[in-house]
């Protein structure tokens, strides 16, 4: 049976069976949460529904800036700012400040300062190691930043970051990178690009005003976190718990505590008020 369509029109009147000012599409199911917070802040009443992954959104995106369709469409920015052709750039797309949404899921720490002193029923406060964390993940991998944007620029096909960061890992349950595993990939790699080409996105990098951590992909951060929260609470509790993606999830994906302080969020509550003034 062939997958039902819906009409460029039906797409765009989706919202008002709902009552809501405007209809919003997402890639994914762990979208629509953050999305909703996003439209709270900017006080715009929102239909925000996922569409069932990447290559489903790709479509709406066609849609949108080549059929004139008039709905929103909300997206990870995977690092759109530093491709030859900005394929979000687009008056009815608003994407995420970071690389997905995940960057600015995983770095509000107070959720996560919170959590680890309900596991430890004391209260710790470990956000400065978080921070300090932070950091230094960013600077060790600051040459699979420089290759993954080199790699979608220059359409390598070349796979950087991955699914997640276990193979940079120093080990399975560790949340450090391991600098001799990234530089052996990198000199695996590093004959598909020009020198040039290496050289013209470090130039970009330096003039970016986002601090590395927003460059990196979401779900390659996430093991390395959840390791990191594991260690802390064994530290400060004698015993290792259990962490799921999903428990992750649940505690990170609530933006709005102290968004005003936060330029990530901020930058993207501007924005789609900007898409209030157009809808």
Known sequence: MAELEYSNEALEAKGLFYNKEITVYVEGKDDPLFWENIFDLAEIEAHIEDVGGKKELEKYLKKVTEEGADFFIAADNDNGEFMKDDPL????????????????????????????????????????????????FSQKVYELIVYDIANNRFGKGISVFGDNCYRFLKKQNSYEICSD??????????????????????????????????????????????????????????????????????????????WKNRIDIRTVVERVKELGKIA
């Not at 770095?107 to 680890?116: A, F, S």
């Not at 695996?188 to 013209?200: R, T, Y």
């Not at 590395?212 to 594991?230: C, D, E, R, S, Y």
């Open 89 to 136: 750039n687009h008056p009815n797309i608003v994407r995420s400040y970071g690389y997905s949404i995940e960057n600015s899921m995983y770095g509000h720490l107070v959720p996560i300062e919170k959590n680890i002193s309900n596991f430890c029923r004391k209260k710790l406060e470990v956000s400065d190691d978080f921070e300090k964390w932070m950091n230094d």
């Open 181 to 258: 595993k990234t530089s052996q990939f990198i000199s695996s790699i590093e004959n598909e690009f020009d020198k040039e080409e290496i050289d013209e996105v470090r130039e970009l990098i330096s003039k970016s005003e986002k601090e590395l951590w927003f460059l990196i992909k979401g779900h390659f951060i996430t093991h390395a976190l959840l390791n990191l929260i594991t260690h802390t609470i064994k530290k400060h509790n004698g015993s290792k718990k259990s962490m799921t993606t999903d428990f992750l999830y649940s505690i990170t994906i609530d933006c709005k505590e102290g």
